[in-house]
Nanobody, 115 residues
Framework: QVQLVESGGDLVQSGGSLRLSCLASGFAFGFYGMSWHRQAPGKERELVANITTGGGRTNYADSVKGRFTISRNNYKNTVYLQMNSLKPEDTAMYYC????????WGPGTQVTVSS
């Protein structure tokens, strides 16, 4: 069955960088668009970025444009989120998501940005 395992979250100071990874299994990864979402305490989950099957097209939330970069390696069944110039408001649980099974969410990885 589909499985998404996020990693790379950490506690970092404002202005710092992190690289999140999401290893996918249980489906033909290269045939599906992927995305990263986040959910802060007391807030709804929001889309951060998405990427097409081949990685040729990406989209970003306005709040992260110019700071975050989504990419993927279809040989490794992995999608990444490079996060630079982190801000305290980026603090959240981060999840990757696949269009293969829209109802499935992995455990997520916690990103905490201190001011």
């Amino acid at each position: 069955q589909v499985q998404l395992v996020e990693s790379g979250g950490d506690l970092v100071q404002s202005g710092g960088s992190l690289r999140l990874s999401c290893l996918a299994s249980g489906f033909a990864f290269g045939f599906y668009g992927m995305s990263w979402h986040r959910q802060a305490p007391g807030k709804e989950r929001e889309l951060v970025a998405n990427i097409t099957t081949g990685g040729g097209r990406t989209n970003y939330a306005d709040s992260v444009k110019g700071r975050f970069t989504i990419s993927r390696n279809n040989y490794k069944n992995t999608v990444y989120l490079q996060m630079n110039s982190l801000k305290p408001e980026d603090t959240a649980m981060y999840y990757c998501h696949s269009k293969y099974n829209p109802n499935y969410w992995g455990p997520g990885t916690q990103v905490t940005v201190s001011s």
